[in-house]
Structure formats: structure tokens, C-alpha cells
């Protein structure tokens, strides 16, 4: 087990760990009873241990999420880094506004209990205001630390998990989101479901991300070459295997999205070179 806050001297000079925070939002992710504000489980025994005020709520990982989640904890996430800003600049311009087309989805509720899914190192937490309480999810313990380091009122709210696995509660958020990220996920409907149940009925719940066919807008797919959009991504920092899930992995948003969230909303968004899905979990045609 990693470093707990031993803040709480109790009784006869004992002291006695206090958890952090985002445990009392959470569940067990085998019984799904509450933790209720501890690091294990009082039902089934489950530990859920804090390494430097990040909570583990996670077991191995398989498929894209292994792979996604080496890419972001490894050096090639850095060498990506500067491309993603540019390409985010231009659709803006500016990275406030190319954000902003997707975070004028959040409601306007002071105080509110926000959950952004695949939080990286918090990009989008200095654009929220600052009376909301943010929680944050993320399977890269490299990207957690980062935004713990860049944002100390995130110790404690942050959880090593996956989006299709959420250690919360039902019914817990007043908004949900994920910005980037989720056409990689290991499994988008799960990812969906999840996002949804932990927000409160009602609540906003967003998904953004590059559209998964942006690659048919790079130069060599365009003159049937893409071993030359190959060796770009390779130079721009890809490392093989994240870009082999890049180049042979599909998704259909359209229908994930229709099945899982059947009232839900389409933007187009970043000068239609991605989407933002917002569903407020009402039915179809309400
Ligand atoms: C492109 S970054 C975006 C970070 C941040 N949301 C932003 O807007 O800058 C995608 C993040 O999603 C995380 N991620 C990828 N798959 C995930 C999954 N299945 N569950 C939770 N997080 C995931 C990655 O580790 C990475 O930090
Ligand atoms: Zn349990």
C-alpha cells in the first residue's frame, strides 16, 4: 500500500489514516457496495490502496487500454504532446476555444460535483470554475501524477481506473465528460453505460474526440500511399504499437452511440474533424 494521509490522531495516541476524498463517492468494483470513505472493501474485503493521494480502483489491463495506457505513461506521449496542441490550436483557433466547443456542455451549477473521464494531466481542470468539485479517472499514472503535481486541490480526487469500469456510485455527478481518448477505448458501450450511471438523471454526459477517419485526411491515404502517414506518425513520436491500433482500429460512433444513448445529441465540432456526443439520458425522441 502506498502513502495514506496520516492526519487523524485518535484515541490513546493512535493514529488512524484518513482516506481521501474521492472514497466516499466510491464502490467496490466486485461487490458494488459503497466504500463509504475507506481503502478496502467492509463487504467482500477488497482493497483499494492510495499511492501518493491516487487511489487504485483497477485490475490488469487488456487490449487498447494496455496499450494506451503504455503510450501515455511512456516518453512517446511527450514527443505527441506538441502535434496534439497544434492540431487542437487550429481548430480554436487557440486551444481555450477548440476546448470551449466542447465544455459549454457542462451546466451552469455553482458547486457542482463534477467527473471528467481519461482526465490526462488536467488540461480542462484550470478552464472549470473553481467552486466545482473535480474528480478525475484515468488508467496512466504518469498523466494522474501530472495533473496531482499541476493542480494540489486534486490530491485525493483523482482514481487509477477504467472508463469501463468505474468505481463509483450510481447516480453521483451533475456532469460526466471525456475529452480525447475515446476511440480507443477497450470498449466503448461499456465506457458509455458507465459514464452514464454514474451521473445524476438528467445530467449532462459528454464524449469528444478526433473523428475516428481523420486519417483519410492525411497526405499518403489521400494518393494511396499510407506507409508514408506511417513513417510521419513514427517521427512525430508514435511509438508501433499505439500506432498499429491507430491505423487498424475502428469504431462507428453513430451506431455506439444510437445504442447506448438513444436520446443523445451530435456536435460537430473542431471544424468537423471530430464530435462531441451529449446525452442527458433521456429516451429516444423525448
Ligand atoms: C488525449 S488524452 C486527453 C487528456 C485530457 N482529457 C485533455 O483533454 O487534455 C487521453 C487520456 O485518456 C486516458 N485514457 C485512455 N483510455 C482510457 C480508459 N479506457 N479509461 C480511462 N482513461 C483512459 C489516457 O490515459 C489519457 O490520459
Ligand atoms: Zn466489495
Known amino acids: 500500500m502506498g502513502k495514506v494521509d496520516p492526519t487523524m490522531s485518535g484515541p490513546a495516541g493512535i ?4 482516506a481521501s476524498a474521492v472514497t466516499m463517492l466510491a464502490r467496490c468494483l466486485t461487490c458494488r457496495r459503497g466504500l463509504l470513505g475507506r481503502n478496502s472493501c467492509a463487504t467482500c474485503g477488497r482493497s483499494y490502496p492510495e499511492v501518493d493521494r491516487i487511489l487504485e480502483a483497477i485490475g490488469p489491463l487488456t487490449g487498447t487500454n494496455r496499450i494506451a495506457a503504455a503510450f501515455y505513461d511512456g516518453p512517446s506521449w511527450r514527443r505527441f504532446r506538441p502535434w496534439e496542441r497544434l492540431f487542437l490550436w487550429f481548430q480554436g483557433p487557440g486551444p481555450d476555444r477548440a476546448r470551449r466547443q466542447v465544455l459549454r456542455h457542462l451546466p451552469e451549477q ?7 473521464v481519461g482526465i490526462g494531466d488536467g488540461e480542462n481542470v484550470r478552464r472549470l ?3 466545482w468539485a473535480i474528480y478525475g479517472v484515468d488508467i496512466s499514472r504518469t498523466q494522474l501524477a501530472a495533473c496531482r503535481d499541476r493542480f ?11 472508463a469501463e469500469d468505474l468505481p463509483f456510485e450510481d447516480e453521483t455527478f451533475d456532469a460526466v465528460f471525456s475529452v480525447g481518448g475515446f476511440n480507443y477505448y477497450r470498449d466503448h458501450a461499456a465506457a458509455l453505460r458507465e459514464m452514464r450511471r454514474v451521473a445524476r438523471l438528467g ?15 492525411a497526405p499518403g491515404y489521400a494518393i494511396g ?10 517521427a512525430m513520436g508514435l511509438d508501433p504499437e499505439f500506432l498499429a491500433m491507430v491505423t487498424d482500429h475502428r469504431v462507428d460512433i453513430d451506431s455506439l452511440a444510437r445504442a447506448e444513448w ?11 474533424l471530430g464530435y462531441c456526443l451529449v446525452d442527458d439520458g ?5
Open 110 to 116: 455553482p458547486g457542482a460535483l463534477v467527473l471528467e
Open 129 to 131: 470554475p473553481s467552486d
Open 282 to 286: 433521456s429516451p429516444e425522441g423525448a
Open 15 to 18: 493514529i488512524a489514516r484518513q
Open 225 to 234: 500511399l499510407e506507409g508514408l502517414d506511417r513513417w510521419g506518425l513514427r
Open 262 to 272: 438513444p436520446g443523445h445529441r451530435r456536435f460537430p465540432i473542431w471544424n468537423r
Open 203 to 217: 445530467a449532462p454526459v459528454i464524449v469528444a474526440d478526433e473523428s475516428p477517419d481523420l486519417y483519410h485526411f
Open 152 to 162: 494540489p486541490v486534486m490530491a485525493g480526487r483523482l482514481v487509477r481506473a477504467e
